[in-house]
T-cell receptor
C-alpha cells in the first residue's frame, strides 16, 4: 500500500530536549516536505527536499533541521524545542511538477512543555 | 504574493442538502488548485484538483469544484451532504512563480447534521 509513515504519532517533551520525528515514504517520490498545522493558520511549510541531499527552507524554518540522506526518508529534527513549536506536524511526498498532488502522513502531535 | 482565503471557519449543513465550501486565491501566474480533506486524527487526503481545461472538476466521494478565473475562486461543492463528510477542508494553490510549493488556506470545518 502506498503510504507516508510518520513516527511518533504523539509526543510530549520538555523544552530544550532534542527530538526527531521520522518520515518514510514507499512511493519512490523525489519531493518531500514538512508542514506544521496550527488553528486558523492552515498548513505552513517548514522545509522541503527536491531529492537526496537537496533541501531548502520553507515559510517557517526557524528552530528546525532536516536531512535527506536516502530517497525514502526525511526526518525532522528539533535540536532545542520550545513551547511555540507545540503543533501538529505533517510529512508529505509527491512527484515533481506543478500538477501533482501530495500524499500526507498521519501527523505527529507534539507538545513542548 | 500567493495567498488562499477560506472565508468561513465553519459551515453547517443538514444531511441531504447541498454543501459549498468557499475558496478564493491570489497568484501572479496561472493557478494549480487543490482541495484536501482532513478527518479527525488523520492526515490530509486529496480530493480533487484543477490544472487546466474544464472549469468543473469532479473528485473523490462525490465532491466537485468549480474554477472561476474572473472571481479567482475554486469553491468545493457536493449535491447531497452526508454526515460522514464532516471534516476539515483545505484549499491549496501552486503556481509557477512560487516554485513547487503549496500555499494552503486556513481550513473550513464542515459539520453535516443528521
Amino acid at each position: 500500500e502506498a503510504q507516508v509513515t510518520q513516527n511518533p504519532r504523539y509526543l510530549i517533551t520538555v523544552t530544550g530536549k532534542k527530538l526527531t520525528v521520522t518520515c518514510s515514504q514507499n512511493m519512490n517520490h523525489e519531493y518531500m516536505s514538512w508542514y506544521r498545522q496550527d488553528p486558523g493558520l492552515g498548513l505552513r511549510q517548514i522545509y522541503y527536499s527536491m531529492n537526496v541531499e537537496v533541501t531548502d527552507k520553507g515559510d517557517v524554518p526557524e528552530g528546525y533541521k532536516v536531512s535527506r540522506k536516502e530517497k525514502r526518508n526525511f526526518p525532522l529534527i528539533l535540536e532545542s524545542p520550545s513551547p511555540n513549536q507545540t503543533s501538529l506536524y505533517f510529512c508529505a511526498s509527491r512527484t515533481p511538477g506543478l500538477n501533482t498532488e501530495a500524499f500526507f502522513g498521519q501527523g505527529t502531535r507534539l507538545t513542548v512543555v | 504574493a500567493q495567498s488562499v482565503a477560506q472565508p468561513e471557519d465553519q459551515v453547517n449543513v443538514a444531511e441531504g442538502n447541498p454543501l459549498t465550501v468557499k475558496c478564493t486565491y491570489s497568484v501572479s501566474g496561472n493557478p494549480y488548485l487543490f482541495w484536501y480533506v482532513q478527518y479527525p486524527n488523520r492526515g490530509l487526503q486529496f480530493l480533487l484538483k484543477y490544472i487546466t481545461g474544464d472549469n468543473l472538476v469532479k473528485g473523490s466521494y462525490g465532491f466537485e469544484a468549480e474554477f472561476n478565473k474572473s472571481q479567482t475562486s475554486f469553491h468545493l461543492k457536493k449535491p447531497s451532504a452526508l454526515v460522514s463528510d464532516s471534516a476539515l477542508y483545505f484549499c491549496a494553490v501552486r503556481d509557477i512563480n512560487y516554485g513547487q510549493n503549496f500555499v494552503f488556506g486556513p481550513g473550513t470545518r464542515l459539520s453535516v447534521l443528521p
